[in-house]
């Protein structure tokens, strides 16, 4: 047992879906899964285990930020033998190529965060995903009809970015913002496994516009799609 997921041995799958929003990973449970039972809700922060399609699946919130992600999945990895990791967020475009409600999948994660610079000092690690799991979900998309770009996020400490660092991210080719993948894909590297970050372009950082509660629901339902198939691919 770990310090922050209260879930006995063998309670969580060695496959599992990774939303920042606890009540995000029970609607996942409650829609997607079957005979979903929850094995976590220490901190308010929920996890549960069922099957997709004859697979065991978990679904477990991770928080917001890298240090609340880094929690979650190392002890995922690390107490709990988890083998692939999929993240299924939001983002905010910055990319003319990437429209509201169309899917990012991160090919790479930029990062201004100070967890790099702890661990690698004056070295600079790329963070990137399973080329296994990118490829299932990039041809996954094009099965279920989705749009989806493959292309780097930035994964920043910053929600409110007063410096408007996302400009010369843009530059450089991000597609989108968002707060989780680097860790993801670091923790992964260092634990040797699979991981991916699925995102939905929720806003705009661009022209200002964001997609209504209502096609966020539906465009979310999509993403949810996407990684459980991707995750369950042999």
Same mark, same amino acid.
């Given at each position: ?8 041995? =063998?309670? #969580?799958? /060695?496959?599992?879906? %990774?939303?920042?929003?606890? !009540? ?8 997607? @899964? ?57 983002? =905010?475009? #910055?990319? /003319?190529?990437?429209? %509201?409600?169309?899917?990012? !999948? ?8 100070? @967890? ?61 913002? /968002? ?7 670091? !923790? ?47």
């Amino acid at each position: 047992m770990s310090t922050h997921i209260n879930a006995p041995e =063998g309670a #969580i799958a /060695e496959l599992v879906l %990774l939303p920042g929003d606890p !009540l995000r990973a029970k609607f996942i449970a409650e829609n997607f @899964l079957e005979n979903p039972k929850c094995y976590n809700e220490v901190r308010g922060m929920f996890g549960f285990t069922g099957t997709y399609k004859g697979k065991r699946i978990s679904v477990q919130g991770t928080g917001m930020g890298q240090p609340s992600l880094s929690i979650y999945v190392t002890e995922l990895f690390k107490f709990y033998n988890v083998q692939k990791a999929i993240r299924v967020g939001t983002c =905010g475009s #910055i990319s /003319e190529d990437l429209k %509201l409600k169309e899917v990012l !999948l991160a090919n790479g994660a930029c990062t201004d965060s100070s @967890l790099q610079s702890q661990r690698f000092g004056l070295m600079h690690f790329a963070p990137v995903p399973s080329f296994e799991l990118l490829y299932n979900a990039y041809n996954a998309a094009k099965e279920l009809g989705l749009k989806a770009k493959v292309a780097p996020c930035v994964s920043s400490d910053f929600f409110y970015d007063i410096n408007e660092n996302w400009k010369l991210w843009k530059k450089y080719g991000a597609a989108g913002i /968002e707060m989780e993948a680097a860790e993801l894909y670091t !923790l992964a590297a260092q634990y040797n496994r699979k991981a991916l970050a699925i995102l939905t372009a929720s806003d705009s950082i661009l022209d200002g516009t964001a997609t209504s509660a209502e096609e966020r629901q539906t465009t979310f339902k999509d993403m949810m799609k996407l990684a459980l198939e991707t995750i369950i691919h042999e």
